[in-house]
């Protein structure tokens, strides 16, 4: 007899949910078992009877009810008998619910700078009919409705979906084929689970990053007036996003992470990702005006690798160590994307028989796009197009998209023919979510339900990140000129670390002054490793001439140049 009452309660729970939403989903035993009405079966197994108790009181379980044992024995629950009002009351709550499913990312608020989202009727529920007033709303039982946000009825619930699809995270996964996929993610999305709130420690560190990512910004702007940095500044969360994924994928037992991307905040991402030393990026800059720098090293110091070149660094974690490389890449967008598929696949297979086992789960691919290069590039589509066939598959692939809402200096309207820059994706079953780069705490859990849903499904995910561009397209242009709107909005918003400090502040999480200081840490750290390294210049190379290494934030224990692009 199949065990309702031991280890597998857990189990037999998703089952029981599964078989809610369609009975043949699930295996013909469990389906007898469920609609057993055999008052023995139940009385021996108190799993079982509490299932079909809830589903008596709450999920109407299209089971026969229990004849005897525990079920049979509670009162019968008060049930309004049923009018026509009622019933079309539920018909429309029912649409309702699949509006906010289907079309709650066009009501939700992705863009920083508070552009309005269209929004769509399906989601006004006095827009439905019957009209879905307050009132009528009350009537309805959520159990009914199929929802996983808690409530007793519509109008408990109806806040809470709301704000689930129409917050700083919207979701499309509606197009998705696979209903397994789609019953996992409605789950996973509407229960909360991964968006529990960060602990005050945990906000910190949160803070503490997005500290080191704007002053290295900073700084390299100030020290470097006008030299090309194609900041990250805007997308700041990515980082901490990155961090997350990496701690996640070594959680998971991964080795590596294979990261590519192009020039949008690769330094930050070098620096704070994969620990390159804030020396070797000082040298870079250095090297691009003054001849010192490039012969203080046999290695040179031109600065036009910087947005090339690849790097390795050793990452440590709870988990235990990590390697994360970022593969080096030419100029042309998006032509590193196989490439990394390429490594990744390489690092999964054991090659140590002759039949090459490939685990999925050893090395996490990672691809960061441009939102214009996204459905502009032809390789996007190619490289979706391996992520499921059997001798490319990675496992999946967490894509996550730096969109800026800007490519160079063309807006979205005149760089694409979708609304979303991550529209392509949706051809090939992949959940899209969007996350507004503006709430730091919502891209964080976005990262965990993406690499959820990756180690469950070992399919591909796009997580959309829509922030803005705070400065020019590489700081020798002025955005001004082509985006003048957008770049007197940007110049009044405060950065996305202003914003959490002071909801840190308002917290009691930290004060002013500590949330001060994590930022003028960093400056004096960049400007001791900056005079440090001018002090270099003019004396003799060391005796093995190379780059120094250092470590960008404590978590690095090792990191080396790997070669580079064009
Ligand atoms: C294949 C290719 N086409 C054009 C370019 C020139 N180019 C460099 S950056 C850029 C804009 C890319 O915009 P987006 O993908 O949104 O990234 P962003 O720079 O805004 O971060 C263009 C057109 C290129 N490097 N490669």
């Given at each position: 007899?199949?065990?309702v009452?031991?280890?597998?309660a857990?189990?037999?729970?998703d089952?029981?949910e ?11 035993e469990?389906r007898?078992?469920f609609?057993?009405g055999d008052?023995?079966i139940v009385?021996t197994?108190p799993?079982?009877?509490r299932?079909?108790?809830a589903?008596?009181?709450g999920h109407?379980a299209?089971?026969p009810?229990?004849?005897a044992?525990?079920a ?16 079309g009351?539920?018909?429309a709550?029912?649409?309702?619910v699949?509006?906010h499913?289907?079309?709650?990312h066009?009501?939700a608020h ?7 989202p269209?929004?769509?009727p399906?989601l006004?529920?006095e827009r439905?009919i019957?009209?879905l ?17 808690a409530?007793d009825?519509?109008?408990?619930a109806?806040?809470?979906?709301s704000?689930t699809?129409t917050g700083?995270?919207a979701?499309e996964?509606?197009?998705?084929a696979?209903?397994?996929k ?12 991964y968006r529990?709130p960060?602990?005050a ?5 949160l803070?503490?990053?997005l ?5 290295f ?7 470097f007036?006008?030299?090309k940095?194609?900041s ?5 969360v990515?980082?901490?996003?990155l961090d997350?994924?990496i ?12 990261m ?5 905040g690769?330094?930050?991402?070098l620096a ?24 203080a090293?046999d290695?040179g110091g031109?600065?036009d690798?910087?947005y090339?070149?690849g ?12 390697t ?5 890449n030419?100029s042309?967008l998006e032509?590193v994307?196989?490439v990394?598929?390429?490594?990744a696949?390489?690092?999964?297979t054991?090659?140590?028989?002759r039949y090459g086992?490939?685990?999925?789960n050893v090395?996490?691919?990672?691809l960061?796009h441009?939102?214009?290069?996204f459905p502009?590039q032809?390789?996007?589509a190619e490289?979706?197009?391996?992520s499921?066939l059997?001798g490319?598959?990675?496992g999946?692939?967490l894509?996550?998209?730096a969109n800026?809402?800007?490519?160079f200096?063309?807006d979205p309207?005149e760089?694409r ?6 529209d392509l994706a949706?051809g090939?079953d992949?959940?899209i979510i969007?996350v507004?780069?503006d709430?730091?705490?919502a ?7 993406a690499?959820a849903f990756?180690r469950?499904?070992e399919?591909?995910?796009v ?5 803005y ?6 700081e020798q242009d002025?955005?001004?000129y ?6 007197a909005?940007?110049?009044?918003h ?6 959490f400090?002071?909801?840190l502040?308002?917290e009691?999480?930290?004060?002013e002054?500590?949330?001060?200081d994590?930022?003028?840490q960093?400056?004096?750290e960049?400007k ?8 270099t210049?003019?004396a003799?190379?060391?005796a093995e001439g ?6 960008g ?5 090792a990191v080396w140049?790997i070669?580079?692009g064009?």
């Amino acid at each position: 007899m199949t065990d309702v009452d031991g280890l597998n309660a857990g189990y037999a729970r998703d089952l029981f949910e599964e078989y809610l939403e369609n009975p043949e989903a699930v295996p013909s035993e469990w389906r007898l078992l469920f609609e057993s009405g055999d008052s023995e079966i139940v009385a021996t197994h108190p799993g079982l009877a509490r299932l079909l108790e809830a589903a008596a009181n709450g999920h109407p379980a299209p089971a026969p009810a229990p004849a005897a044992g525990p079920a049979a024995t509670a009162p019968p629950p008060q049930v309004e008998p049923v009018s026509d009002e009622l019933l079309g009351a539920v018909a429309a709550a029912m649409a309702l619910v699949k509006a906010h499913r289907m079309h709650g990312h066009l009501a939700a608020h992705l863009d920083p700078l508070g552009s309005e989202p269209p929004g769509d009727p399906a989601l006004e529920p006095e827009r439905l009919i019957p009209k879905l007033t307050p009132e009528l709303q009350a009537r309805v039982p959520a159990a009914v409705l199929r929802m996983y946000v808690a409530g007793d009825t519509l109008a408990d619930a109806l806040p809470r979906l709301s704000a689930t699809y129409t917050g700083t995270i919207a979701y499309e996964i509606e197009h998705i084929a696979d209903h397994e996929k789609r019953v996992w993610l409605r789950q996973a999305i509407e229960s909360g689970k991964y968006r529990t709130p960060l602990s005050a420690e945990k906000k910190k560190e949160l803070l503490a990053r997005l500290s080191r990512v704007e002053a290295f910004e900073q700084y390299l702007r100030r020290a470097f007036l006008g030299q090309k940095q194609f900041s990250i500044e805007g997308l700041d969360v990515m980082v901490p996003m990155l961090d997350e994924a990496i701690e996640l994928a070594a959680e998971n037992g991964a080795h590596e992470v294979v990261m590519g991307m192009a020039h949008r905040g690769r330094l930050n991402v070098l620096a704070h990702t994969l620990g390159l030393g804030y020396d070797s990026i000082l040298r870079e800059f250095e090297g691009e005006r003054t001849i010192e720098a490039v012969v203080a090293t046999d290695e040179g110091g031109t600065g036009d690798v910087k947005y090339h070149l690849g790097a390795a660094g050793t990452r440590s974690t709870p988990a235990g160590d990590i390697t994360v490389t970022l593969a080096a890449n030419p100029s042309h967008l998006e032509a590193v994307d196989p490439v990394v598929e390429g490594r990744a696949r390489a690092e999964q297979t054991d090659r140590s028989t002759r039949y090459g086992l490939h685990d999925p789960n050893v090395a996490l691919p990672m691809l960061i796009h441009g939102d214009a290069s996204f459905p502009g590039q032809g390789g996007v589509a190619e490289t979706l197009n391996l992520s499921a066939l059997e001798g490319y598959s990675t496992g999946g692939t967490l894509h996550l998209i730096a969109n800026n809402q800007v490519g160079f200096t063309t807006d979205p309207s005149e760089g694409r023919s979708t609304r979303y820059s991550s529209d392509l994706a949706k051809g090939f079953d992949v959940p899209i979510i969007h996350v507004n780069a503006d709430d730091p705490e919502a891209a964080m859990s976005v990262v965990s339900l993406a690499l959820a849903f990756r180690r469950r499904f070992e399919s591909d995910v796009v997580i959309d990140l829509v922030g803005y561009r705070r400065h020019g397209h590489n700081e020798q242009d002025e955005a001004a000129y082509t985006q003048p709107l957008m770049t007197a909005q940007i110049a009044e918003h405060p950065t996305v670390r202003d914003q959490f400090a002071k909801l840190l502040v308002a917290e009691g999480v930290v004060t002013e002054d500590e949330g001060d200081d994590l930022f003028a840490q960093v400056t004096s750290e960049l400007k001791q490793a900056h005079e440090a390294l001018k002090a270099t210049f003019g004396a003799p190379l060391p005796a093995e001439g190379k780059i120094p290494f250092s470590s960008g934030d404590g978590v690095v224990t090792a990191v080396w140049p790997i070669g580079c692009g064009s």
